[in-house]
């Protein structure tokens, strides 16, 4: 199955571009902590059931901050949120990817999603969340196929791992 994932229309880059100072504050003033996810970035247009779960890497949820979303919160460490992050990316692959994620809270669908926004190569960090929610990220290449995905490593934002990836 290929999967056609939109680009992120070029007025939303320029939102993106203006709130970067706010997720860098909202991150606790460090790089590695700048959010890269805002609704306007992902894309449901796909079923969970057109992702081929063994190219995915399965995923609980451990961090001990928020234990639900709350609106943005969730995505702000200043204000208590998620700060534990897993590191992914491709395996025997070198180009150009994007990254999505199948969700579940207690059993329970609550998100598909695939980022809008294209990765090179290098891996990508993702926030764990609570233990609350379970699921899986998978990855995608640019003809939309699926590709298989790996984990690469896990922290803590500020822990100075991956400092070139980036934080979705």
């Known amino acids: 199955m290929r ?27 460090r790089r590695d902590a700048i959010q890269e996810t805002h609704p306007w970035h992902l894309w449901k247009g796909f079923s969970e059931k ?12 451990g961090d001990e901050a928020l234990k639900r979303h709350f609106g943005f919160l969730f995505h702000a460490p200043i ?25 579940y809270k207690k059993n ?3 998100e598909a999603s695939i980022h809008k926004l294209v990765l090179n190569s290098s891996p990508i ?6 233990e609350l929610f ?13 590709i298989d995905l790996e984990i690469v490593g896990s922290g803590r934002l500020g822990d100075g791992q991956f400092p070139q990836s980036r934080l979705f």
């Open 125 to 130: 960090r993702l926030l764990s969340g609570s």
């Open 108 to 110: 329970r669908l609550q």
């Open 3 to 29: 999967l056609t994932v939109p680009k992120v229309p070029g007025v939303y880059r320029l939102l993106d571009g203006i709130l970067l100072p706010i997720m860098f504050v909202l991150g606790g003033c």
């Open 79 to 103: 204000f208590g949120g998620w700060k534990n992050y897993i590191a992914l990316r491709p395996r025997n692959y070198s180009g150009t990817y994007r990254i999505g994620w199948v969700i």
């Open 134 to 146: 379970s699921g899986y990220f998978f990855a995608i290449n640019e003809e939309g196929e699926q």
């Open 50 to 61: 057109d992702i081929d779960t063994y190219k995915s890497v399965k995923h609980s949820g």
